[in-house]
């Protein structure tokens, strides 16, 4: 079986996210969508949030779960058999850091890193930038599933 990871912190996940999460569930047997957990880092939504929504965005594909990871993904990788890291890049600035993660993978791990080029109609979409444009009452309707973005309407409103 072919196995894939999408991993990401998906803090909300956008459509660029579900473009590539789609792509590459047409190329493996089984993605798995890998939300980091971080706790350093202060993010909008918890984990429990961030998969229920992907829970939600991805029933479309029928061979795609979801899933949380922390620590190193490659161990995450070894522990669940998946063999490929599918990341997307929308810029050359996403592939010099990119690189040297994989590269740094195959290393460690053996595990392979397949990059996807972002559909141009979402390469400029970035969680962080999304959040801080709806932040300050922007219309990013576009930029998201529809239910993520009545999640994150409603959250900067709890936070108002």
């Known amino acids: 079986m072919r196995r894939a990871v999408c991993p990401g ?7 660029g996210h579900l473009d590539i999460i789609g792509r590459a569930s047409g190329l493996f047997d089984e993605v798995v969508v890998a939300v980091g957990i971080n706790k350093s880092k202060n993010r909008m939504f918890t984990v429990e949030e961030r998969i229920a929504m ?11 779960t979801v ?12 522990e669940h058999d998946v063999r490929a890291i599918v990341k997307g890049l929308r ?5 010099d850091y990119e ?19 972002t559909n141009p109609e979402w390469s400029f979409v970035a969680s962080s ?3 801080e444009i ?10 998201l599933p ?13 936070r108002a």
């Open 9 to 15: 912190s998906f803090d909300p996940p956008t459509n």
């Open 54 to 64: 992907l829970e939600e965005v991805v029933k479309p594909f029928s061979n795609v």
């Open 67 to 78: 899933s949380s990871f922390s620590g190193l993904l490659v161990d995450y990788c070894r």
């Open 91 to 95: 810029a050359v600035t996403d592939f």
């Open 99 to 117: 690189l040297q993660m994989a590269q740094m993978n195959k290393q460690l791990s053996g595990v392979d890193t397949l990059f996807m080029s």
């Open 129 to 131: 930038l999304v959040k």
């Open 134 to 143: 709806a932040i300050f009452g922007g219309d990013v309707a576009h930029l």
């Open 146 to 158: 529809e239910s993520v973005h009545h999640r994150l309407l409603e959250r900067i409103a709890e």
